[in-house]
């Protein structure tokens, strides 16, 4: 499995390039971010970061993300370098916003 620094995965933020990490796993989501069911606005903002508490959040013990996951899969994120997708505001960072609002 090929392995990404959160520096690289932070380069596909776009809605025509879209990855995140989850549980240091990463996803690439460009194909599948407009079907999401929270909207893809929703995916789109936390394009290129670490969304493993908000997914968590979000999904809970639902079956179907991860039933789906796993086709999105293209490698691993190292984890040395993690970048949080919440803020010090404790809320989701929107596109182009500063790492630490």
């Not at 380069?11 to 995140?20: C, G, I, R």
């Not at 996803?27 to 997914?55: I, N």
Request: aromatic share 6%; net charge positive.
């Amino acid at each position: 499995m090929k392995l990404f620094t959160a520096a690289e995965v932070a380069e596909h933020k776009t809605p025509a390039d879209l990855w995140v990490i989850i549980d240091k796993k990463v996803y690439d989501l460009t194909s599948w971010h407009q079907f999401h069911p929270g909207g893809p606005e929703l995916l789109l903002r936390y394009g290129g970061l670490d969304v493993t508490a908000a997914e968590k959040t979000a999904h809970g013990t639902l079956k179907k993300p991860i039933s789906i996951m796993h086709k999105y899969c293209i490698g691993s994120a190292d984890s040395l370098a993690s970048s949080s997708c919440i803020g010090h505001s404790g809320r989701p960072r929107k596109q182009g916003e500063a790492r630490n609002p």
